[in-house]
């Protein structure tokens, strides 16, 4: 069973920088769907981005011009690149991965199947 693990996360103050990095434990996983998500507390967990299986980017309007999604194939790792960060990305993130994805889901979180445990990133004012 294809498992994916998150790391990179931290404190920061406004305005810093993060890159957050997902594992996923199969070679498979680099044709399929991955994308990062996120909860903070007492809210409902959102998309941030996501690659699909045809290697498009796709970004929630909240962090569209500040983040960027990236996938290394040859060690089958998907990279989130936060930057000008804002204390509302308080949040612990996840990495999410599946199989297939239909375009208008990936920023669903219902629509993955695989998850990581949560990074946690806390951005300070």
């Known amino acids: 069973q294809v498992q994916v693990a998150e790391s990179g996360g931290g404190s920061v103050h406004a305005g810093g920088s993060l890159r957050l990095s997902c594992v996923a434990s199969?070679?498979?996983?680099?044709?399929?769907?991955m994308g990062w998500f996120r909860q903070a507390p007492g809210k409902e967990r959102e998309g941030v981005a996501a690659?699909?299986?045809?290697?498009?980017?796709w970004y929630s309007d909240s962090v569209k011009g500040r983040f960027t999604i990236s996938r290394d194939k040859t060690t089958a790792t998907l990279y989130l690149q936060m930057n000008s960060l804002k204390p509302e990305d308080t949040a612990e993130y996840y990495c999410?991965?599946?199989?297939?994805?239909?375009?208008?889901?990936?920023?669903?979180?219902?629509?993955?199947?695989?998850w990581g445990q949560g990074t946690q990133v806390t951005v300070s004012s």
């Open positions: 690659v699909d299986s045809a290697g498009g980017l």
């Open positions: 199969t070679y498979a996983y680099n044709s399929n769907c």
């Open positions: 999410a991965a599946d199989s297939y994805v239909r375009l208008e889901d990936v920023l669903s979180d219902w629509a993955y199947k695989t």
